[in-house]
């Protein structure tokens, strides 16, 4: 049996609706052996209304922000310890951040994996040349492929992910993934990595979909590549001579 992982849910401190420790309960008690869930607040979005000129302005508006949610996560994972793992990850809107990738991307110490959403065709190209730079994983969140690269083959999009390591998430509002099988059909015979998630926010019913999900990605012989992203070791302080 496969280990369970749920690598999208938000929390208050975005749009989310349950704390870290009561996702983790409900994931404890939901019926599933689930070994571990990811935190992916959004980052970098609010507020969404002002325009960000430089890293200086950038910092100031996310980064104590940015910090106090690693840290946040963190804490809990020390807390569920043994019990259950905690990722940190987080999701980055594609279209608000487009233009100051480069200040997003030094500002994610601790984190573990990045969701990107809404990443349009000239937005995965963009990626793609840049995945590699990227300090930790990066994926795809909720994308319906036919849907945000209507002008794309599957098979160009597939490509395109294996080359630049772009990991593509398999994720509730996608059910029923039958009505994705053409997708499904190609990713398998490239390396592309998947990961699963309900994207949770105010309902833990959708916790109920893990099983349909992992048991969909094993069938179509993606049992070897589903990503846990591992834990980003910490910075080592400097210790004093
Ligand atoms: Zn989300």
Redesign the pocket.
């Given at each position: 049996m496969v280990q369970m992982y749920n690598l999208?849910n938000?929390t208050p401190f975005s749009d989310g609706a349950y704390t870290i420790d009561e996702l983790c309960e409900a994931h404890l008690k939901c019926g599933w052996p689930v070994a571990g869930i990811g935190i992916?607040d959004?980052l970098f979005a609010t507020p969404s209304s002002r325009e960000v000129h430089n890293e200086k302005e950038f910092d100031r508006v996310f980064g104590k922000e940015a910090r106090n949610y690693v840290a946040s996560v963190k804490e809990a994972r020390k807390r569920w310890a043994g019990k259950l793992q905690i990722l940190c990850g987080c999701?980055i809107n594609w279209p608000l951040n487009k233009g100051q990738l480069d200040m997003a991307r030094n500002m994610l110490t601790g984190i573990d994996y990045v969701?990107f959403?809404f990443v349009d065709w000239a937005g995965l190209t963009t990626l793609a040349n840049q995945a590699r730079r990227w300090p930790c994983p990066v994926g795809l969140?909720?994308c319906d492929v036919r849907v945000q690269f209507p002008n794309t083959s599957l098979d160009q999009v597939v490509r395109t992910l294996a080359n630049a390591r772009i990991f593509y998430e398999v994720v509730s509002k996608l059910i029923p993934l039958g009505e994705h099988e053409a997708w499904f059909k190609v990713v398998p015979s490239h390396r592309v990595y998947v990961t699963v998630g309900t994207?949770t926010?105010d309902d833990l019913e959708c916790l109920k979909e893990l099983p349909q999900m992992y048991e969909y990605v094993v069938s179509h012989g993606l049992e070897q590549k589903i990503l846990i992203p591992s834990i980003r070791a910490e910075t080592p302080v400097p210790v004093a001579p």
């Open positions: 999208h938000h992916t959004h999701e969701l959403e969140a909720h994207d926010h």
